[in-house]
């Protein structure tokens, strides 16, 4: 318990530095409301040579229609894919965003005592926005929420509308994460006057916008904060230790009431910190792993609290999954027994709304997630969208939650400025999602030239930062370099490696993936000593197109390639392998070049989430691994190796 006290002690205290508090995710209750603000927004992009017209004219200063012609952009998506225009598809600068809003007279009476707060889900790349022409906020990055408390802004106004602004940038420079370059391309006798182009060093197209949900919440001027939760299991007993931070008041009373799934009181206590004993908890598993996957408590955090005299109450809902994470040499444990990772990569990527949060589209990639038998995914290469992790919290998806830091390949993406932003988005990503069970490591970067000198000092310092904020999951990041010259790797946990055997190396040569995939694993486990997940495999495959005997491109290429690579790691996952991640779940859209055709046909899946032969193949392995484990979990903490292992029916 002594270890679970101070873990939880240090993730709190760690995130605490932070002006702007608790990030908690918006929740509706008895004492807080939200407004949805989605759907059309005003938009403009800002055409001038500078890009700075916007600020020049002070377009945040009055409605944006009278700055000049404004189309209607919904909100969230990328602005993209919307129209029929080219120029603004590849856009790079500032664009203008505005909704006004008709904010409930009721929260804005005199003593109504209610803080009003305006949420961003996400906003590519670097925002500023305001309210009623006065700034209230701004935001370097583009993958994770970011709110103002807003209600000074709107004394007075009740019954009018209120205006808000955004503004957002998606240039990339070598200090953003992830990073890029603007060239100038000067040569006036082959580009216009000033013309300019973005380069990344990343696979996939760089949608901008407000890809989330927007919205207004309330809650009483003395409020719940922030709520840190770890889980632990002594005995038969589970132990939940919870801190909550409390803003707006001294005096006041805290009650926790922790319930089961079906509503009924599991353990209660009160005060800011305290350890919650559950005997025989219900554990939170994987997909396919219980017949109960997913399994959530909620723990409800009530606030008494005095202000001039008055008692002002306030309440939230935070889930909770009783689950411990460990590694070892070999194996990677949840809740003390081993979990293999059979599952995917993803994009957050669609026809026309590009990034844009979509709830069909969510839906229909979980329902294709349990169809195909994947029990985890990587967020390669940002963070996802809290609604998802709260989806995979209840379903059972175990999530390597990744920062947004690829494409770093240069040696001035290791400096100082850089490391500190990387930082800083570390402390956001582990704020917003420290509470999901279905989260059960950070990836600090993907693909980095971490054989570079300087990544040794780097990625020491972001991984040991890492650890600093969350000492209970362990920390990785995923590399394409030698295994013998990687600066990153005695610093992770998991090794995660990245290969493309008979596709960028050899391509066409099926018959070197064996020999070339065994020494990899062999080479890596040997130097490093620690267990292995291959987190990235695959071949671009054309959907329809066919050849035999297997050649690149077609559909019996890619099901040939995986069945190389399979063959190893079925040898492996007896040793030392711990997961296999399949790039990609779906093609996704990428920049124009050469090598491209709309976008990387590595999926599984089309675009429009329709099924490549291999599907079918991955589908059959990942059932065939999912039933062949002989140690399938009951219930409760113990007894977990069954006589006869549960077969799970594919359906």
């Given at each position: ?13 760690a995130l605490a530095g932070r002006p702007a508090g608790g990030l908690l995710f918006p929740r509706a ?229 922790l319930c089961d799934g079906d509503g009924a009181v599991a353990a209660t206590g009160d005060g800011l ?337 329709q099924p490549k032969s291999a599907a079918f193949l991955l589908r059959e392995r990942y059932w065939k ?27």
């Amino acid at each position: 318990m002594a270890w679970l006290l101070a873990a939880a002690a240090l993730l709190a205290t760690a995130l605490a530095g932070r002006p702007a508090g608790g990030l908690l995710f918006p929740r509706a209750s008895p004492s807080r409301e939200l407004q949805e603000l989605g759907g059309l927004w005003r938009f403009r992009a800002d055409w001038s040579p500078g890009r700075q017209a916007g600020f020049q004219e002070r377009w945040f200063a009055r409605p944006l229609r009278q700055s000049g012609p404004v189309i209607d952009m919904p909100v969230p998506s990328s602005f993209n894919e919307i129209t029929q225009d080219l120029d603004l598809r590849g856009y790079i600068g500032w664009v203008w965003y505005e909704k006004e809003v008709l904010v409930p007279a009721r929260w804005l009476l005199p003593d109504a005592r209610t803080r009003v707060v305006l949420r961003i889900g996400s906003a590519h790349y670097y925002s500023i926005v305001w309210v009623n022409g006065a700034q209230v906020t701004e935001h370097e990055g583009g993958h994770l929420p970011f709110e103002a408390e807003v209600g000074r802004f709107l004394l007075g106004t009740a019954g009018e509308p209120c205006r808000i602004t955004v503004a957002v940038n998606n240039t990339l420079t070598p200090y953003t994460l992830p990073p890029g370059t603007i060239e100038y391309l000067k040569d006036e006798s082959m580009y216009p006057k000033g013309y300019f182009v973005q380069n990344t060093k990343f696979d996939f197209f760089n949608y901008a916008g407000l890809h989330r949900p927007v919205l207004l919440y309330t809650t009483p001027t003395a409020y719940i904060d922030d709520i840190t939760v770890t889980t632990d299991l002594m005995g038969n007993v589970g132990l939940l230790q919870y801190l909550v931070s409390i803003r707006g008041s001294t005096h006041y009373t805290l009650t926790v009431t922790l319930c089961d799934g079906d509503g009924a009181v599991a353990a209660t206590g009160d005060g800011l910190a305290g350890v919650l004993k559950v005997p025989n908890p219900i554990l939170w598993w994987p997909y396919l792993t219980h017949e109960r996957p997913g399994y959530l408590y909620s723990l409800k955090v009530s606030l008494s609290a005095e202000v001039d005299g008055e008692i002002l109450q306030d309440s939230y809902t935070q889930p909770v999954g009783f689950r411990t994470v460990a590694v070892t040499r070999n194996q990677f444990l949840i809740n003390g027994k081993p979990f293999y990772f059979h599952g995917v990569n993803k994009h957050e990527d669609a026809d026309i709304r590009g990034k844009g949060l979509d709830w069909p589209l969510i839906v229909k990639d979980f329902n294709l997630l349990h169809w195909l038998g994947a029990n985890s995914f990587r967020t390669s290469h940002y963070p996802y969208a809290e609604e998802i992790l709260e989806l995979c919290d209840a379903y059972g998806i175990v999530v390597i939650s990744e920062c947004p830091a690829v494409g770093m390949r240069d040696s001035i993406n290791f400096g100082n400025k850089s490391l500190q932003h990387h930082l800083v988005v570390m402390e956001e990503l582990i704020r917003r999602d420290k509470n999901h069970p279905s989260v059960v490591m950070w990836s600090v970067a993907n693909e980095p030239a971490s054989e570079l000198p300087p990544a040794a000092y780097y990625f020491k310092t972001v991984i040991a930062h890492t650890k600093a904020l969350d000492p209970t999951r362990p920390v990785t990041f995923v590399s394409n370099a030698k295994y013998d010259r990687d600066q990153g790797a005695p610093y992770v946990d998991v090794i995660c490696v990245n290969s493309y055997f008979s596709w960028y190396h050899d391509p066409g040569h099926l018959e070197v993936i064996q020999l070339q995939l065994n020494a990899q694993f062999e080479n890596w486990y040997k130097t490093h000593q620690k267990p292995i997940i291959q987190s990235e495999y695959g071949a671009d495959t054309i959907a329809g197109l066919h050849s035999d005997p297997p050649l690149m491109f077609s559909e019996e290429y890619q099901s040939a390639m995986l069945k190389q690579y399979h063959a190893v790691l079925d040898r492996k996952r007896t040793e030392y392998v711990i997961g296999e991640l399949i790039w990609n779940f779906a093609d996704f859209m990428t920049g124009e070049a050469v090598t491209r055709v709309l976008g990387n046909k590595k999926g599984i899946f089309t675009r429009q989430r329709q099924p490549k032969s291999a599907a079918f193949l991955l589908r059959e392995r990942y059932w065939k691994l999912a039933n062949e484990s002989s140690c399938l979990a009951s219930p409760k903490y113990d007894n977990v190796c069954l006589p006869a292992a549960q077969v799970f029916k594919q359906t």
